[in-house]
């Protein structure tokens, strides 16, 4: 049967010679999307999110999210997050259901994915009847009428569902709006307001708040080393500045990894220009790039050398982890144990990483 994706000598080169030997044999990740092709609308609505991950993957069935594990990592063990596809395209209740489905049959922990106009009393049903640790929430499922630049963390996860996932000791996986980014003062108000005031809340900050430049940082991470319990996952974050700000602002014990997957099966490199980010991709892999301004093409010998979003985010934050020094213990904390704890899978494994 024909792979998922072709993996070639460029990849395999890459894998062994900077990844092999830094990734511990057992890794959770944090952050993947499974949905079917059947649940998204035919009709492309207005989106506040970024539109070229859709260029990658059409649906990300549960059998091809453990399929590229395989392929990505041969030599590790590779255990998930399942989530579906946070958008207004997406028949949700169908997704979630599907998720909880495949949850169940893969021995995998769960969240759904909420809007912020649930019936929390429905939300509690859910959680229940799906077997779902938590929730993840998204900024386009704010309500339509708010501007994609105004809409605060409150407009997609309402007080009144942080108060229910508080009592359920819950995980929410937040990712933050607003164009400013991890910098933004509100989003920044807003994160630690949840901690101290929602302090059973399992809080996981995806992507390390957007932070996929330099430029994206201001006064973040001063801010949030005065935290006590966010977790941040670095899924689909290519930088190994943020990174080495990130670890020395939180330590070991706070960082998780998570891929985004579908996403990182997109051959690409990540640069920063001007304070934003351009993802670098063979020339008509992924169609006409006209509009994309976070995408460009190379041909020839520069495109043959691009690998997969995945191993360049795990090989920056490789890079990161050389640089302050962290030892194999904190590695396998960031692979595999943090998730571990922070999503009640304690020695589910059971052994050493």
Known sequence: MKPLFEVKEVDRVFYESRLKSFLPSRMIDVHTHIWLADFMSGTRL??????????VARDNPADDLIASYGLL?????????????????????????????????????????????????????????????????YLDLAPEQIPSE?????????????????????????HIPRPARLKDPLNLRQMMEIEQEYPHIRLIIAHVGRAYCPEDIGNAFEVLSRSERMMFDFSANTNEQ???????????????????????????????ENGSYINIVPKDLYGDLTGESHMREAEGEDAESLTF????EVDAFRRAVEKTGLSKEDIADIFYRNAERTLGLDGEWGGNV
């Not at 207005?46 to 260029?55: F, K």
């Not at 979003?309 to 360049?312: I, K, Q, S």
Request: hydrophobic content about 40%.
């Open 46 to 55: 207005n989106s506040r999110g970024p539109t070229w991950p859709a260029r």
């Open 73 to 137: 990592f041969p030599d590790q063990q590779v255990k998930a997050l399942l989530f579906g596809h946070p958008s207004r395209c997406c028949d949700l209740s169908r997704n979630n259901h599907y998720v909880a489905q495949c949850a169940k049959e893969h021995g995998m922990p769960a969240l759904m994915i909420t809007v912020p106009d649930a019936d929390v009393g429905d939300l509690e049903r859910q959680l229940d009847n799906g077997g779902f640790i938590g929730a993840k929430v």
């Open 309 to 312: 979003f995945m191993y360049e």
């Open 150 to 174: 105004e809409i605060c963390i409150y407009d997609f996860l309402p007080k009144e569902q942080l108060t229910l996932f508080n009592e359920r000791s819950a995980v929410v996986m937040l």
């Open 242 to 272: 943020v990174f080495i700000e990130l670890i020395k602002a939180v330590g070991p014990k706070r960082i998780l990894f998570g891929s985004d997957l579908p996403i990182t099966r997109m051959r690409m490199k990540r640069v920063c």
